[in-house]
């Protein structure tokens, strides 16, 4: 069955650093999402992607988070400089165009910002 | 009104029981209504979703319950077992392909 794949599993980085968060969605399928968990809180939404460009992102995604889709597989989160707070778990979903509008989750990665 | 408000936010139940979670939303536009279930280290998987045309939606032990004039919905799970201990998060999203909203979640312990 096709799955969401996310890498790295768990990244742990010193507050000023950037860091990149890789996924790689189910193939045909055109959303992408990003969600963040802080630990033992809800999930939240962070920004979609479609067709190259943000479509929606939420107050959390402010300047120092940017995304892309550097080829035809992979999408990636990129947090130029992390905060203590950036600390959560990241997970990527994706959804089909049409038909539909289940979002399947990767396993996340969990980021740790010292 | 863009909130999921979930309870309880912590559930035991004995194994063969009925776990029941309830969900609440504020937002008429939300039409669609998803469960997740997730286990620790793990990303949500799609448990069951329902859509506000239908009252109840079932699949194998887990239903759903849908009251539209009263915006809440609940997940119901029957003969529960130790292997459903989990973390449940209630959604509702827009049509189309827009951000869930989630609830704050349900940890469940099903007890032998």
């Known amino acids: 069955e096709p799955e969401v794949t996310q890498t790295p599993s768990h990244q742990v980085t010193q507050m000023g650093q950037e860091v990149i968060l890789r996924c790689v969605p189910i193939s045909n399928h055109l959303y992408f999402y990003w969600y963040r968990q802080i630990l033992g809180q809800k999930v939240e939404f962070l920004v979609s992607?479609?067709?190259?460009?943000?479509?929606?992102k939420s107050e959390i995604f402010d300047d120092q988070f940017s995304v892309e889709r550097p080829d035809g597989s992979n999408f990636t989160l990129k947090i130029r400089s992390t905060k203590l707070e950036d600390s959560a778990m990241y997970f990527c979903?994706?959804?089909?165009?049409?038909?539909?509008?289940?979002?399947?989750f990767g396993p996340g990665t969990r980021l740790l910002v010292l | 009104q863009q909130q999921v408000k979930q309870s309880p936010q912590s559930l035991i139940v004995q194994k063969g029981g009925i776990s029941i979670i309830n969900c609440a939303y504020e937002?008429?536009?939300?039409?669609?209504f998803p469960w997740y279930q997730q286990f620790p280290g793990k990303g949500p998987a799609l448990l069951i979703a329902?859509?506000?045309?239908?009252s109840e939606k079932k699949e194998g032990r887990f239903t759903i319950s849908f009251n539209k004039s009263a915006k809440q919905f609940s997940l119901h799970i029957m003969d529960s077992q130790p292997g459903d201990s989990a973390t449940y998060f209630c959604?509702?999203?827009?049509?189309?392909?827009?951000?869930?909203?989630f609830g704050k979640g349900t940890r469940l312990s099903v007890i032998a």
């Open positions: 959604a509702a999203s827009i049509s189309g392909n827009t951000p869930l909203v």
């Open positions: 937002n008429t536009a939300f039409d669609y």
């Open positions: 992607f479609y067709n190259n460009e943000i479509s929606e």
């Open positions: 329902i859509r506000p045309d239908v």
């Open positions: 979903a994706s959804s089909e165009a049409t038909g539909g509008q289940t979002q399947y």
